[in-house]
């Protein structure tokens, strides 16, 4: 990992943040909780310690949503555009950065899937299908 801050915000900007130091770890969930807060077959997660996480701006743009029998999970989203952000778990142990969001390039790549049996009927490894460098003209 850089020793520079790895920076992020959600789409329309009013939210940023950065972090530093090493990852706990850098995971795909296929959890049906991931797979409804992204929208998405899975959620590409980084989990940091708290401390070495740091808003920059728009924190009071930021909503959060619990589910009350949930140990961990948790959601954030930015109230203007929708964008996922990172949040605290419940337990208040680790920083879960969906990292769709991150501005800066990371040096890490995740390194493994965790609920794969809960993975949607409807998956297919990315690998499995064409490849287009911009959307298909028909």
């Not at 998405?40 to 980084?46: E, R």
């Not at 879960?96 to 949607?120: F, S």
Request: some cysteine; overall charge negative.
């Amino acid at each position: 990992m850089s020793e520079l801050p790895i920076k992020g915000s959600c789409l329309c900007g009013a939210v940023t943040y950065q972090f530093m130091g090493p990852l706990k770890v850098f995971q795909y969930c296929h959890c049906s909780r991931c797979r409804k807060f992204t929208g998405s077959a899975y959620a590409s997660n980084i989990i940091i310690d708290p401390d070495q996480f740091e808003w920059l701006q728009g924190q009071e743009h930021l909503g959060r949503y619990e589910i009350t029998e949930a140990r961990h999970f948790a959601t954030a989203y930015c109230l203007c555009c929708g964008s996922s952000m990172p949040w605290l778990t419940q337990s208040k142990r680790a920083i879960v950065i969906p990292a769709g969001t991150l501005d800066d390039e990371l040096d890490d790549k995740p390194v493994h899937n965790i609920y794969y049996q809960d993975r949607a009927s409807w998956y297919v490894d990315a690998s499995e299908l064409k490849h287009y460098d911009a959307l298909p003209i028909k």
